[in-house]
């Protein structure tokens, strides 16, 4: 980055601090406190990170007034329309489109990394037989670093890309290893001959018993669903998988934190939450209960689908999946079953009523994604893992920057703390 030319001035009890301004390729410029601390002896105070930039990247941009979301420059449009994931994940990880020989060899590379070791089964038979499926990739993802010795060492690039590597290949196998485990039927080894996203649904739906033929339109849409979530800058989740990184824990275990923190309701649980709103809903006619319920500021209940942090037009992921939900259940025949009918209606009302117009709160990604993977036959508890396992490449290549930066600290953020002052220790008879 070009050396600072503008400053911003912060004025505390009539003395000045001069602070740089920097300038990124996109977006607001930003003020650099780096220094505030150490000069003006002060903290700034930002909790939910609404105005701080936590680091510099290279690899996503949003602009949510415009609801713009590129990968390494390229528009999501462009790349759900004509790219695929395993070349998107190529993009991330590395930083441009691969040529023809490039992306056959990492094909080649994930697609010789699918399978788990065989010890992993035994490790999966340890959780109860109903696990939530997002319970079991938490453990098993942090357990990797007990199986793949040979991809801890972060400070070897070899087994950062190993690591890489590894993790986008398994991830799809331990989300389907899940979803079996959770149902009682028996773990399906991954097809090499299918592509990234046709061979994740041989894994879910197949069993030994009978053959299984990916339906070609559903892998599309499959894999249109892991492109949309690959990666999303420094939301909640990749924040986590950073500041576990920045202390030098290994690949699997900052996965594994990523994974930990996409499950809550308010980020990626909110698929799954959706869903079983939609269904508790039930019926058009109860929809305005819900409406007022979600505008109601003393019920904790909200429209789950709905708002964004960053985006304040539109969510261009929602946009997207919004056409391929139009498109899967079209293919499947699903017209107008009663969750159709109530998600419908309650996009209408919503985009339409003062408080989510005022409020910027429009449909999001997992508003649709829900819509398409019901139809696909997925039940809702695997709707969080297929967003972590779509969303595996943008950390490792958030965590794969971070670590290969060689001014990176550790990440520790302070406090404006507001307990109580010094106070002497009484004895217990005194309290
Ligand atoms: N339903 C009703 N009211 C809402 C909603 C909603 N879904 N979202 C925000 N609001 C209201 C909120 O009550 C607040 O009102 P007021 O200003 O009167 O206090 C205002 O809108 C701003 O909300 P906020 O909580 O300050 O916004 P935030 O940026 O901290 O939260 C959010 C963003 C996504 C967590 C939130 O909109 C939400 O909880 N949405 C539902 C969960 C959801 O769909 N999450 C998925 C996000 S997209 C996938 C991903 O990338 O994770």
């Not at 998107?88 to 023809?100: A, D, H, K, N, R």
Request: hydrophobic fraction near 40%.
């Amino acid at each position: 980055m070009a050396a600072p030319t503008k400053t911003a001035t912060l004025t505390i009890d009539g003395k000045s601090y001069e602070l740089p301004l920097l300038s990124p390729t996109l977006g607001p410029d930003v003020v650099d406190i780096r220094k505030l601390y150490a000069e003006a002896d002060v903290f700034t105070y930002d909790p939910g990170f609404t105005s701080t930039a936590s680091c510099e990247s290279t690899i996503t941009y949003i602009d949510g007034d415009k609801g713009e979301l590129l990968y390494r420059g390229y528009p999501i449009e462009q790349l759900a329309e004509k790219s695929h994931y395993l070349e998107v994940c190529y993009l991330l990880l590395y930083g441009e489109l691969p040529t023809q020989t490039q992306m056959v060899d990492f094909e080649t590379r994930v697609t010789r990394h699918t399978m788990v070791h065989e010890q992993v089964h035994n490790f999966f038979r340890g959780f109860r037989r109903d696990s939530h499926p997002m319970a079991t990739m938490v453990g098993v993802v942090g357990a990797l670093s007990a199986f793949y010795h040979d991809s801890l060492d972060i400070n070897d690039p070899w087994h950062r890309e190993v690591a890489a590597i590894r993790m986008i290949a398994k991830l799809p196998t331990i989300a389907a290893m899940a979803y079996k485990y959770s149902i009682g039927q028996p773990f399906v080894y991954p097809k090499n001959s299918l592509d990234y996203a046709g061979n994740f649904l041989h894994m879910c739906f197949s069993v030994p018993a009978e053959d299984y033929v990916v339906n070609p339109i559903l892998a599309k849409a499959m894999d249109r669903i892991m492109m949309l979530h690959a990666d999303h800058e420094q939301n909640a989740s990749t924040s986590t998988v950073r500041l576990a990184g920045s202390s030098g824990a290994n690949p699997f275990a900052c996965i594994a934190a990523g994974i930990a923190c996409l499950w809550g309701p308010a980020h990626g649980g909110a698929n799954q939450a959706c869903l079983e709103m939609l269904r508790e809903i039930g019926t058009v006619d109860r929809i305005p209960e819900y409406i007022k319920k979600a505008k109601d500021k003393d019920d904790p209940f909200r429209l789950m689908g709905f708002g964004h942090r960053v985006y304040k037009n539109f969510d261009p992921r929602a946009k997207v999946m919004k056409e391929s939900a139009d498109e899967v259940l079209g293919l499947l025949g699903i017209h107008n079953n009663e969750t159709l009918k109530v998600a419908k209606e309650l996009e209408r009302i919503a985009l339409e009523d003062d408080y989510f117009v005022s409020k910027k709160l429009y449909p999001n990604v997992d508003f649709y994604s829900g819509i398409i993977l019901e139809a696909m036959g997925f039940p809702t508890s695997m709707f969080t893992p297929i967003f972590a396992l779509s969303r595996t490449v943008g950390w490792i290549s958030q965590w794969k920057e971070m670590v290969g930066d060689p001014t990176q600290r550790i990440g520790r953020p302070r406090q404006l703390y507001v307990g109580a002052a010094h106070r002497n220790y009484p004895d217990v008879a005194a309290r």
